[in-house]
C-alpha cells in the first residue's frame, strides 16, 4: 500500500496540535482520560505511535521519533505557536517518510471529524467566557 506521506502529514497535524493543547507534554504519557475527546483521543494515540511511546518500554525510538517528540514538548510550552505547529507537520512528514510502516499503520486507522477552533465572544462587565460548563458559574455577585 502506498500513502502520501505528504497528505497523510496534513490531515494528522491537526489531532496533534488538539491533543498536545489539550493535554501538554503529558499527550505522550500512556493513560488516556475517559474525558477526552475522540480529536484529542486520536491525536493523542497516533502520537504515541509515531513517538514510539505506544511499546512497552519506549527505548528503540528512532532519530526521528525522537525529533519529533522534542518538537511535541517544545509545542506544548507554547500552544499557539504557528511556527512550531508548521515544524510539527514538518516532523510527521519526515517520520512517515522514513518509516513507511507506520505510515500505512496510522494511515489506516479510522480518524474522527476533523478537530476544529471553538472561538468563544463575552460581551458585558464581568461576563463569563466558557466553551463547555457542566456546573454554576459564579461572579462573585451576591444572589438572592
Sequence with gaps: MSVDVVQLAQDLTPYATTAITAYGTAVLARVESDAADASVSFGQRMLRRLTGRDTSDGSDTTT?????????????????????????????????????????????????????????????????????????????????
Design 64 to 144: 526521528e521519533q525522537d525529533a519529533l517528540a522534542d518538537t511535541v514538548a517544545e509545542l506544548a510550552n507554547t500552544p499557539h505557536d504557528a511556527d512550531l505547529a508548521a515544524m510539527l507537520r514538518v516532523q510527521i512528514r519526515r517520520l512517515l517518510t522514513a518509516h513507511p510502516d507506520i505510515a500505512a499503520d496510522v494511515a489506516g486507522w479510522t480518524r474522527p471529524a476533523a478537530p476544529t477552533t471553538v472561538t468563544i465572544t463575552t460581551s458585558g462587565e464581568r461576563s463569563p467566557a466558557v466553551n463547555i460548563n457542566y456546573g454554576t458559574i459564579h461572579t462573585g455577585d451576591t444572589t438572592a
